[in-house]
Each structure stands twice: as structure tokens, then as C-alpha cells.
DNA sequence: AGTATTTTTCCTGGTT
DNA sequence: GAACCAGGAAAAATAC
């Protein structure tokens, strides 16, 4: 009866993480329970530049920061060189920061460990990326974030030429039902599409418009993070008209299954306008 | 334990 | 007719 439409859901999960490339590395997660973690992202050493910039980004957004907050060039390294940093050097490298990434990343490394053993992090350091708490059950759907290895893809040196004066970490406190809101959580969708192919697609990146391109598919998986297995596109979307008020979006009229990211979402851009 | 936020659920009605 | 969009209303889930 809550079933919309199976069918086309079939169809866009189908096409999304089609039996080609589904499990290639076998059960590296247990299916069991729901992990957080899949083994490269939770050992830091092995992360690559481009993951030790996810999760820069993670712990800014965990903490209300922006990503002006931090030069990013000063952690133009991968997980292994990362994983050598003193906490002298984070303080070099992030000021006023240092201390909470130093933090972060020695939690990481400690819990990566175990990760066999299924330690969860503590929440307040959840800056787990976009899916770790995503597992299907084999043959149900595919997920992404079981790749071991993301593909190859260089930080993107365009121009993180982010550099101001640090905006003092005066503590914004906000809320943070379950670590991840839902526009979080679209909007990580956006930043890894290596790992989620299809799903979301930027309209205008420097503008922050998007459009779903598998809604239902967004919304399962939405429903799996939020464990609830009945959540539609329909019910996301109501969510996400709520944002409009709090102008953390913003309306786009006209084209279907199209928003764009308002003056209160943060994270999403390229570099700091 | 109680309040404030955020999301979920359901619904009516309109649009593409 | 299917799939969306707009919001109101109210309940549920979470955070603090």
C-alpha cells in the first residue's frame, strides 16, 4: 500500500547501480549490522588527497564551520602524510582549528583499527562520509560505498584559493538530529559523484542548482540512513520545501525535481566565492 | 522532563 | 494518468 511505484524505482535503482558493477569486491562489509565505516575510509593512512579534503570538510560542517575557515592548500597531502602530522603542525596548518582536527583525525586512527570489531565513532565526531551508515542487504540495492577504492580523482586544483583572515571558532552550537540533515546529505550526495553515479547531478555548479535524476533512489537511500525503509521521494521533497523558509534553499520554478542551495547552506561550494 | 527543531506522514489541490 | 510541486496540519523523532 506505501509502495508508490515500484517499478520505476526498480528501474532507476537499475540503471543507477546496475549488476555490473554491483559487489565487485564481495561482502567486504558485514551485512549484518549497519557499519558506519568500509574499511579505506576508516583508516586514514590510506586515504587520498581527495579523501583527506572529504574529510576536512566534514569536520567544518560537523563544527558550523565554512571552508574558509581553513586553507586547504596546507593539507595538500594524502592519508599517510596526514596521519605523520604533529599536533604542532595542525596548529600550523589550521590555527584555531588545529586542536579539533588533530582530534578528529587521532580518534580516526584509533577506531580505524578496530573497525573489524564494528566501533562505532562517537557522534559528535561523525564526519563519516556521505554513506557509511547505507548498507543493503546483498541483492536488495547497491551500495556505493562499498567501492573500496574511489576512482581516481585529484583534489581538483582549480583554485582553492581560500585564504582570510580565521573567522573565530566561537562555537555554533546548532542542532544535528543523527549527524547529517537531509540538505547535508543531498548535498554530500553532489560532492562524491564517483560514488554515486546518477543520483543528483549539478545544474549550475558555481550556482548551487541541482536536479535529482533518480528521486526515488535518493529517497531510499535517504530512508536507509534514516532507517526507515518507507521513505518516497514525495516525503523527501517535503522536507525540502521546508528549506525554503529557512532559505537554506532556494525555489526554482519551472523545472521539475530542480533546487538550488541558499545563502544557509554551506559546504557545497567549489571555494568561497 | 520539557522545549525547540527538524523530519515524517498525510492530504488537498494545482501543474507539467 | 503519472510524477511533481505547494503548503497546511499534526505527529514523531531528535537535540539540548
Request: hydrophobic content about 30%.
Given at each position: 500500500m506505501s509502495v508508490t511505484s515500484t517499478t520505476t524505482l526498480d528501474s532507476q535503482l537499475a540503471t543507477t547501480?546496475?549488476?555490473?558493477?554491483?559487489?565487485p569486491d564481495g561482502p567486504l562489509v558485514m551485512s549484518g549490522y549497519t557499519s558506519r565505516l568500509w574499511p579505506h575510509e576508516s583508516?586514514?593512512?590510506?586515504?587520498t588527497k581527495y579523501q583527506v579534503w572529504e574529510w576536512l570538510q566534514q569536520v567544518l560542517d560537523i563544527h558550523q564551520f565554512d571552508a574558509s575557515s581553513i586553507p586547504f592548500q596546507n593539507f595538500d597531502m594524502d592519508g599517510h602524510q596526514l596521519c605523520s602530522l604533529s599536533y604542532q603542525d595542525f596548529i600550523r596548518a589550521a590555527g584555531s582549528l588545529g586542536p579539533i582536527l588533530f582530534h578528529s583525525i587521532t580518534e580516526l586512527k584509533w577506531s580505524g583499527q578496530y573497525q573489524i570489531g564494528q566501533l562505532e565513532l562517537k557522534p559528535e565526531l561523525d564526519y563519516s562520509c556521505p554513506f557509511p551508515d547505507v548498507s543493503f542487504p546483498p541483492g536488495e540495492l547497491y551500495d556505493p560505498s562499498l567501492h573500496s577504492l574511489p576512482p581516481v580523482v585529484s583534489p581538483t586544483p582549480s583554485s582553492p584559493d581560500i585564504k582570510r583572515s580565521f573567522s573565530r571558532p566561537h562555537q555554533v552550537k546548532k542542532h544535528n538530529p543523527r549527524g547529517t540533515h537531509l540538505w547535508e546529505f543531498i548535498r554530500d550526495i553532489l560532492l562524491n559523484p564517483e560514488r554515486n553515479p546518477g543520483l543528483i547531478k549539478w545544474e549550475d555548479r558555481a550556482e548551487g542548482v541541482f536536479r535529482f535524476l533518480k528521486s526515488e533512489a535518493v529517497a531510499q537511500l535517504w530512508g536507509k540512513k534514516k532507517n526507515?525503509?518507507?521513505?518516497?521521494y514525495e516525503k523527501l521533497s517535503r522536507a525540502m520545501r521546508y528549506y525554503y523558509k529557512r532559505e537554506i534553499l532556494e525555489r526554482v520554478d519551472g523545472r521539475r525535481l530542480v533546487y538550488k542551495f541558499g545563502r544557509n547552506a554551506r559546504g557545497w561550494r567549489e571555494s568561497e566565492k
Open positions: 547501480w546496475g549488476p555490473t558493477n554491483a559487489y583508516q586514514p593512512q590510506f586515504w526507515n525503509s518507507s521513505m518516497t
